[in-house]
């Protein structure tokens, strides 16, 4: 099994609400990332969990939670987010966080009204 | 100066030919270096990473990298209208997990 499933594969949702993206791999790697990517830009790293640990968090606004329950799952809670955060959330993983060899999922495309 | 610099394109070959995608990258302590493609409306999928000087190759792709001129590329030989995608470079900050990605450059082979 090489795939990183992502669900949704769509989302919309207002301002107010509360949503979570799930990701989840079982090719035993030990690395998850988030990225967010806008149209005709390349991807931006997001956070980098390390062995269920959060490892990297790139100054992401607290509207954005990560939360890693196991080594195959990897979820993204969101609450309270703006219309400038609509964008394709891409799911990732890899051996681990020394080997840059990053497996994506197909993402999530996120529309906040 | 961005860290990773790429041409935006687009990059148009005719089927047959051979496209030379180009990269630059401004930290001379990466040591690690990817091509990504990623088709319209899809997720990057990584097709070759290069990590000492000189060429790679694998099937039709061969990456390049010269770490003196900072400089790495991809060449696809026997372009293919299949091979229509945006391709990113992407470049290590040696901090572990921190990749840099370049703006990608649009290729479009002609039948």
């Known amino acids: 099994d090489t795939e990183v499933t992502q669900t949704p594969k769509h989302l919309v949702m207002g301002m107010t609400n509360k949503k979570s993206l799930k990701c989840e791999q079982h090719?035993?790697?030990?690395?998850m990332y988030w990225y967010k990517q806008k149209a005709k830009k390349p991807p931006e790293l997001m956070f980098v969990?390390?062995?269920?640990?959060?490892?990297i968090n790139e100054s992401v606004p607290s509207r954005f939670s990560p939360e890693c329950p196991n080594s195959s799952l990897l979820n993204l809670h969101l609450h309270a987010l703006q219309p400038e955060d609509s964008a394709l959330y891409l799911c990732?993983?890899?051996?681990?966080?020394?080997?840059?060899?990053?497996?994506f999922g197909s993402g999530t495309q996120l529309s906040v009204l | 100066q961005k860290e990773v610099e790429q041409n935006s394109g687009p990059l148009s070959v005719p089927e047959g030919a051979i496209a030379s995608l180009n990269c630059t990258y401004s930290?001379?302590?990466?040591?690690?270096f990817f091509w990504y493609r990623q088709y319209s409306g899809k997720s990057p999928e990584l097709i070759m990473f290069?990590?000492?000087?000189g060429d790679k190759e694998d099937g039709r792709f061969t990456a390049q990298l010269n770490k003196a001129s900072q400089y790495v590329s991809l060449l696809i030989r026997d372009s293919q209208p299949s091979d229509s995608a945006t391709y990113l470079c992407a470049v290590d900050r040696n901090q572990g997990g921190k990749l840099i990605f370049g703006q990608g450059t649009e290729l479009s082979v002609k039948p």
């Open positions: 990732a993983s890899s051996q681990g966080q020394r080997d840059e060899k990053l497996f």
């Open positions: 290069i990590y000492s000087n």
């Open positions: 969990y390390s062995y269920e640990k959060l490892s």
């Open positions: 930290d001379r302590g990466s040591q690690s």
């Open positions: 090719m035993g790697h030990r690395a």
